[in-house]
């Protein structure tokens, strides 16, 4: 595992048009890690609790119950994905029920030093806002921003707090998020360890 790169596609169910992204992580990377690049990618803002579903097992954020799952710091990709088109799941928001399928597409050797080690390669489809309403909700939403028109409308568009595409998804934006991403969580050399 050390050393290889992951391909994943990540889709979002239930949709249409479908909303999905291609990336590229370390397959080394904790499960905790991957949940902050998922939220990255798809454009979603970190603010519910999420959920792994790989192999028959759940993976999550500090779990309380032994039914909540493990904690999915304690887990990296490589040791439970394995084999190319493995397909796992990951949810998102325990109310609107975000649910995604992961697939791993491909894998490689570790990327040059010139390449980030995480980068998103593409994609359609525009995030759905947080607390819309899950599938049906923005759905709805949907309908009532493309109107342009009516209470509603102006209702939806000061709520969302501007107009909305659903087909808007900005591949640079992502990567700038990314880059941003792995320069605050790379692990940093304390001052006294310098030897200063």
């Given amino acids: 595992m050390p050393g ?3 391909f994943l596609k990540i889709t979002l169910l239930e949709t249409q048009p479908k909303i999905w992204r291609r990336f590229l992580v370390p397959a080394d990377i904790t499960l905790d890690r991957l ?3 998922i939220q990255i990618v798809m454009g979603w803002h970190d603010a519910h609790l999420h959920e792994f579903q790989i192999g028959g097992k ?3 954020e500090s779990p309380e119950f032994p039914e909540d799952g493990e904690a999915d710091g304690l887990f990296r990709l490589g040791d439970l994905v394995k084999k190319k088109g493995t397909v796992f799941r990951y949810l998102y928001d325990f109310g609107d029920d975000w649910l995604h399928e992961i697939v791993l597409e491909r894998t490689t050797g570790t990327r040059g030093p010139e390449e980030s080690p995480i980068e998103c390669l593409g994609g359609e489809g525009a995030c759905p806002p947080e607390d819309v309403g899950g599938i049906p909700g923005y759905e ?3 309908q009532v921003m493309k109107s342009r028109r009516g209470a509603r409308y102006r209702e939806h568009r000061d709520w969302f707090g501007s107009d ?3 087909e808007h998804f900005d591949l640079g934006q992502v990567n700038h998020e990314l880059l941003t991403y792995l320069r605050w969580s790379r692990p940093r050399l304390l001052f006294w360890d310098s030897g200063a």
């Fill in 4 to 6: 290889k790169t992951f």
């Fill in 35 to 37: 949940h902050d690049v």
């Fill in 58 to 60: 759940k993976f999550t």
């Fill in 140 to 142: 709805e939403f949907c």
């Fill in 164 to 166: 909305f595409s659903p």
